[in-house]
C-alpha cells in the first residue's frame, strides 16, 4: 500500500521565525466498532508504543471509552496522563485487523490519532521515504 505524506503549514514561532511547510507521515485510516465506521488521520510515530486515539473518536463509534483497560502513559509534555483501551476494526488502505488501542482526552482534540509500535509496527512493515514524500506499508509475513 502506498501513500503519500501529507503537508502541512508550520506557524511561525521565535525558534522558526519564517512560516514553511513541514511533511509527516499521516494516513487516512477507518475506524469500525459494531458498525459504525469513521474515517481518521493518523500520525505514522515510530517512537509511540501504542496506537491511540481521542476520546471523541471512540465515543462517535459508540464505546463507552472510560470502560476500557486503564493505562498511564507518558508523551512529550511529560506523564499523568491516561488511556482507555478497547478493540476495534482498523482498516488500513484494504487490509482491515483487530487493533487494540487507546482512547483518551489527554491528547488534543483537534490532532491526530498516534498509530504505534504495539498495533501498527507490529502488522506492518513500514518504509518512510522522506525525499520522495512516499510512505509504503505492507503486511508482516
Known amino acids: 500500500m502506498r501513500f503519500f505524506y501529507e503537508r502541512v503549514q508550520v506557524a511561525p514561532c521565535p525558534a522558526f521565525p519564517n512560516s514553511f511547510v513541514s511533511l509527516r507521515p499521516i494516513i487516512l485510516i477507518t475506524l469500525e466498532h459494531q458498525g459504525t465506521e469513521r474515517r481518521y488521520k493518523a500520525l505514522i510515530d515510530s517512537g509511540a508504543d501504542f496506537c491511540i486515539f481521542h476520546s471523541l473518536v471512540g465515543e462517535l463509534l459508540g464505546l463507552e471509552v472510560e470502560q476500557g483497560k486503564e493505562a498511564e502513559f507518558r508523551g512529550v509534555g511529560g ?32 490532532g491526530y490519532g498516534i498509530l504505534g509500535q504495539v498495533g501498527f509496527f507490529d502488522q506492518f512493515k513500514v518504509t518512510l521515504n522522506h525525499q520522495q514524500e512516499e510512505i509504503e506499508v505492507t503486511l508482516k509475513q
Open 79 to 110: 506523564g499523568g496522563m491516561h488511556a482507555y483501551f478497547h478493540t476495534i476494526t482498523a482498516t488500513v488502505g484494504e487490509y482491515s485487523y483487530q487493533l487494540y488501542c487507546g482512547f483518551s482526552r489527554d491528547i488534543p482534540a483537534d
